[in-house]
């Protein structure tokens, strides 16, 4: 019997991603390698040190700024399409939904790569159930309305600024946020519950504790003992975004390559894009390591 292939291709089932909507996007200049962020660090005199005494100049106070800095990486792929594919594929459109496909890795490669960076520089970490680090997580130690308390707490504590409506935005596997849900009985609202009419972030589904819960499933796990889930709660400005190259989707055509390409065989299609993630603010973040209940 024959095969009959339908023209029309499924989609793929793409995850969302949203690490990259919530960094703090810089543009590098041509001629510029590197990309620095200036904070000024806190000062932090005492009501007696700043006391005047009559008469008396007080004793100057050194301001210091930490400068962040960043490197780009590129990162790239390409796709090679032979000119009997393209002449004997009942897809019409082949190069561009394969142009729609590498897009979408390449997406994916971006999303993980500031995921890196978070769990590799940020340093405000609790671990579910009161554990003391990662080792200790057993897999009964799923995330709940407390210890979602808990990073709220940590976060006001240390001057967090809020990102929506006065909400700070915790992106979260949707493992995770199933154990939320479950847990946090009379504390979760779900985002079609909510009283106002505030604008709801892309892919919110609820709040607790005064943070917008963001669900995907393009987290990073950790193997120790058990899969880790990290979740990843902030507030304005905690990582930046440091970008030399937009993303680019590039085409060329059979016959494009001369004499790299002598019989007219190839045509590629490819992505590239250069950038770094880098942490800004560690009080801005916090990561909640924990287990979660698969189904």
């Known amino acids: ?12 089932l793409e995850p969302e991603l949203y690490f990259a909507k919530y960094g703090q996007v ?43 800095q960043a490197t780009p990486v590129q990162y790239g ?5 032979s000119d009997f594919l393209q002449k004997t594929s009942p897809i019409s459109s082949i190069l561009e939904l394969v142009g729609r496909e590498v897009a979408a890795n390449m997406m994916r490669v971006i999303d993980k790569v500031i995921q890196t960076e978070l769990i590799t520089s940020g ?12 080792a200790a997580l057993i897999a009964g130690d799923v995330v709940t309305g407390a210890d979602i308390s808990k990073v709220a707490i940590k976060l006001r504590k240390q001057n967090a600024k809020t ?13 995770v946020a199933g154990d ?23 892919g919110e589904t609820g709040k607790l504790q005064g943070i917008k819960i963001v669900e995907t499933s393009n987290i990073d796990t950790v193997a120790s003992g058990i ?22 989707t590039i085409f060329h055509p059979i016959g494009s390559a001369g004499s ?22 560690q009080n801005a973040l916090v990561r909640l390591e924990s287990a979660a209940t698969a189904v």
């Open 1 to 12: 019997m024959q095969n009959f292939l339908r023209k029309q291709v499924l989609e793929n």
């Open 26 to 68: 810089s543009k590098a200049e041509n001629g510029y390698l590197t990309l620095s962020w200036a904070r000024f660090d806190q000062l932090t005199r005492t009501v007696a040190q700043v006391t005047l005494t009559e008469g008396v100049t007080p004793t100057e106070v050194d301001a210091t700024v930490t400068v962040v």
């Open 77 to 81: 792929m390409q796709v090679i399409i």
């Open 123 to 134: 340093t405000n970490v609790i671990y579910a159930n009161g554990r003391a680090n990662r």
């Open 163 to 175: 990102i929506s409506e006065g909400c700070y935005v915790g992106i979260v596997d949707n493992f």
């Open 180 to 202: 939320i849900r479950n847990s946090s009985t009379g504390l979760w609202l779900d985002a079609n519950k909510y009283v106002t009419n505030g604008a709801i972030l892309n």
């Open 227 to 248: 899969t880790v889930y990290p979740s990843y709660f902030m507030g304005k400005d905690a990582y930046g975004i440091a970008n030399w190259q937009n993303m680019e």
């Open 260 to 281: 790299a390409d002598p019989l007219n065989q190839r045509a590629t299609v490819g992505a590239k894009i250069a950038f770094a993630a880098k942490m800004l603010q």
